[in-house]
């Protein structure tokens, strides 16, 4: 099977189905496929609906509209309408997707959720529980009371079903199952007992989508989004090294579950197991950033993280919930990074991020280095990778000096302090420095999620143009030795932030005489 290189994922409810203002037409219904086309995006992954109720004319599971007659929640009563309204044309939503990706020559896989939390009798709860309650739930309180239970056969029956409606009779080019949604399968001390039994479930998809595929005279592929890591799919009984083995997934998604997204991702893992097997995996990574210039990664970030992920052996990427509706910006990532060779020798920025998590608590990303507190008479070592063919670029002469940067927070400039990368000591007359007193980091939190580094702070740049031979592929090594603090001064000097910018010789227009610069935050 042809591998894509850039996946898209449009969860068909933020980016569809409750924006259109009823009546629906023909034309916001296709808008999905309609939004990708000519960009790099060669598979669209197109959302069923909520986990349990659907947007689609099923008729084996829960419609949004059935057995509810008036509506609280404005968002669902638009979706209800637009469910209605596309039924009045003799259509709905997943066909208009599929048959518009088909005529546009645009690769669809409808992407089902394995899992949904609901309780019996609420809008967002499916026919199945809604008629058998607690008797297909996990039932552990606090845990994962009502997501439904895989040990059971009815829950894997309805499962089955739906994917044989939408690969039967919508001809879906694929499908994708997400077992990131709800991530509870079995109760807990039954989880590796119970992990065969998934196995043979992903067996059985695999087995009705070849026998569907030979009644339509198709290859239909499957693809399975999950944990990045081995072990915490192990955690919840989804052993995907046997589903690729036994080729009973042809595409994996590794899930990144942290906030911010890493140019330099090492999870080698799932490529490796993936590309055995002959698969192929893909990365999805996270969509924000923590930097003073942007809440989210900037298209020289988003170059770093592609080099890096396939110099890894990645088939490519697995994009989502981009800004909405796309800008230039949003263009411009899903165009470039279907092609990490293309842009192998254009800027891109390396940047390390701090850990995450409540402040006083353990990390939730304890292998992260930021932020790192200086300490008198210590030497402390910060690693960062690149991923660029550094040494192919400097032979055909096309690299220009990268530039380092550390950003430091509340810093003190009469403290003695030396910079050393991969050895070299960088003078503290060589860098450019820069200070400011209200320094705003651009990231915009949801109220569950937090990094242990400071949202506002007095900020320290220096930035050094690195000589060509400094840089290397693969681990660099800033060294910062705090010989001596000021005495007078108490509070903790941190360094929350490092930068590698490497720059080549490539097309560019002229500059401007106008640049923008960030407005400090306060007086």
Not at 174 to 202: C, H, Q, S, W
Not at 381 to 387: C, E, K, L, N, T
Not at 455 to 470: T, V
Not at 487 to 515: C, M
């Amino acid at each position: 099977m042809k591998k894509p290189r850039l996946i898209y994922y449009n969860d068909a409810h933020h980016f569809n189905a409750k924006r259109i203002e009823p009546p629906a037409s023909i034309h916001m219904l296709q808008w999905p496929v309609d939004e990708v086309l000519g960009t790099g995006v060669d598979v669209l992954v197109f959302g069923l609906g909520y986990a349990d109720v659907y947007f689609h004319n099923s008729k084996v599971g829960r419609v949004v509209g059935q057995m509810k007659e008036v509506w609280d929640n404005y968002i669902d009563w638009r979706i209800m309408r637009m469910v209605e309204e596309a039924r009045k044309l003799g259509t709905d939503q997943v066909c208009e997707v599929i048959s518009r990706g088909r005529e546009m020559e645009l690769t669809v896989f409808p992407s089902l959720k394995l899992q949904a939390s609901s309780p019996p009798g609420s809008e967002r709860c499916g026919l199945l529980k809604w008629e058998h309650g607690a008797e297909v739930c996990i039932g552990e309180e606090g845990r994962a009371q009502w997501c439904y239970d895989f040990a059971h056969e009815l829950v894997r029956q309805e499962k089955l079903a739906i994917l044989r409606e939408i690969l039967e009779d919508y001809e879906a080019d694929g499908i994708e199952l997400d077992f990131m949604f709800d991530m509870f399968y079995f109760k807990t001390a039954e989880v590796e007992k119970n992990t065969p039994l998934m196995n043979r479930f992903v067996a059985e998809i695999r087995e009705m989508a070849n026998e569907i595929g030979k009644q339509q005279a198709r290859e239909i592929p499957i693809m399975a989004r999950v944990h990045l890591s081995r072990e915490d799919n192990l955690a919840i009984g989804l052993d995907v090294e046997t589903w690729l083995k036994e080729r009973s997934i042809d595409y994996v998604v590794g899930q990144e579950p942290n906030i911010l997204t890493e140019t330099g991702v090492r999870a080698r893992w799932l490529p490796e197991v993936a590309n055995a097997a002959g698969g192929a995996a893909y990365y999805r990574p996270p969509r924000r950033v923590y930097d003073e210039r942007a809440g989210l990664p900037s298209i020289e970030m988003y170059r770093a993280l592609g080099q890096t992920l396939h110099w890894d052996g990645w088939a490519g990427m697995y994009h989502g919930y981009l800004p909405w509706p796309f800008s230039e910006r949003e263009y411009q990532i899903l165009r470039e990074m279907a092609y990490p060779e293309v842009y192998a020798r254009r800027d891109k920025r390396y940047l390390l991020q701090p850990r995450e998590g409540e402040a006083g608590k353990p990390s939730t990303t304890p292998a992260r280095q930021l932020p790192l507190a200086l300490e008198g008479g210590k030497t402390a070592a910060i690693h960062i990778w690149v991923a660029d063919d550094i040494e192919s670029a400097k032979q055909d002469g096309e690299m220009r000096k990268p530039i380092l940067t550390i950003r430091f927070s509340f810093f003190c400039i009469e403290d003695d302090i030396e910079f050393r990368f991969n050895g070299r000591t960088l003078p503290w007359e060589d860098a450019e420095i820069t200070d400011e007193r209200a320094l705003t980091i651009q990231v915009s939190l949801a109220s569950s999620m937090h990094v242990q580094a400071p949202l506002g702070m007095s900020a320290h740049w220096f930035r050094y143009k690195l000589e060509l031979d400094d840089l290397k592929r693969g681990e660099n090594t800033l060294e910062i030795e705090t010989r001596k603090l000021t005495k007078t001064a108490g509070f903790t000097r941190s360094v929350n932030g490092v930068e590698i910018q490497t720059r080549y010789k490539d097309f560019v227009r002229p500059e401007g005489l106008e640049v923008e610069h960030i407005a400090p935050a306060g007086g």
